[in-house]
């Protein structure tokens, strides 16, 4: 994860794009927020405009101080249309489903980032290289260097795209329902936490002999970490 | 859910916008398998054109046939900039991370399906009623009626989006990486299993003496179905 020292007290501009409307205490432009959104998710859905019409395409991304990366095929139509272009990048979490006395107070406990930008493709061999080893490396630290190298046929096929992060910000909501003056009402409430965790690897078939898993993907496994 | 009887057989046309172009043998336009992924997954980002850029918003979203609905408060400004619009309505669900010999054969097992449309308020109140008891009901089986009622008030301050899908594409990769070929490269390759659940439910406070949690949650609980 991209650490920052001295901590990252930053916040993103307030702009008519991002200003949070609705519950805006569950609002924050803060870099801290928005990134600690961006870096628990690696899964974000990146929304395109191509002919007037749009297009919101899952991926992973991944993130280095103020950028947000994501690549595919060189032949994406969505990688080769977003260049240059404006991008909206979603990251969302649902934790938990909020169940109240009413179905209007019924809600989630959600964590959302919603990040702004131009996208550039990465055509530097070297930066790419280095950027697709970031997304190796955050997801399974260690991982890179045991792997067979990359060929150029590889890299070549291989786009990346980065955005600057120009605007921001971060929604969350938390805690139980917010109805407590309706508790007299006889139904069950409360939260239904949800959870995501790796569970039991599924070794490749044909491997070698005594090719054990990897201790950094056990601790992985063992840590419940996503990311 | 919204079972069919007979099964429904039909496809969705294949489009300029839908047709899988990356991989196209791991996609479909059979409704059968657009329509379980909407089911299965409560999530979902739509996408939005505003004054030509575009917004990727997270929101829950419900299905009835051909049509998916999604709702939000009458004051946000993506409902009210949706009406009439084309929208683009994607959910995604990763199953596992693909782990290969090299960076380039890295994947992940995920389902998809990327749904478009022109999106309409729901004006009528009864029927806007209905949408939202599906929305309950489909996620929570039985709760409705245990419900304090929506005031008129609550009613007039929920908008409903129904979208009729006119074009929509899945996309489900699975197994194991795809490298069998590099088998003999010393490091492990497998796929880690990512697994979404209900954990232990969070009674709100202020909850009534005795008021237990229903079994129908209990079950919803037990079965580790999120919807």
Not at 38 to 61: E, F
Not at 163 to 173: N, V, W
Not at 217 to 227: M, T, V, Y
């Amino acid at each position: 994860m991209a650490d920052h020292y001295p901590p990252d007290t930053g916040t993103y501009p307030t702009t008519e794009r991002t200003r949070v409307r609705r519950s805006p205490k569950r609002g924050s432009h803060a870099h801290a927020d928005v990134h600690a959104i961006l870096d628990v998710s690696s899964l974000c859905h990146v929304g395109y405009v191509i002919d007037g019409a749009p297009y919101v395409t899952p991926t992973l991304h991944w993130r280095e101080g103020d950028y947000v990366y994501w690549h595919g095929s060189s032949a994406s139509r969505f990688l080769r249309a977003a260049e240059d272009m404006q991008v909206c990048l979603t990251c969302s979490i649902i934790d938990g489903y909020v169940l109240a006395r009413s179905a209007f107070n019924h809600s989630v406990n959600y964590r959302s980032a919603m990040v702004f930008g131009t996208a550039h493709l990465v055509d530097d061999i070297e930066e790419k290289n280095d950027a697709l080893r970031r997304l190796i490396e955050d997801l399974f630290p260690g991982r890179w260097d045991s792997l067979r190298s990359m060929t150029k046929q590889e890299v070549k096929a291989t786009s990346v795209m980065r955005m600057k992060i120009e605007e921001a910000s971060a929604k969350i909501r938390n805690g139980p329902p917010g109805d407590v003056d309706e508790a007299d009402h006889p139904v069950w409430a409360g939260v239904l936490p949800i959870e995501s965790r790796l569970v039991s690897p599924q070794p490749a078939p044909g491997l070698p002999d005594g090719m054990e898993l990897p201790q950094s993907l056990a601790d992985l496994i063992q840590s419940g970490r996503l990311r």
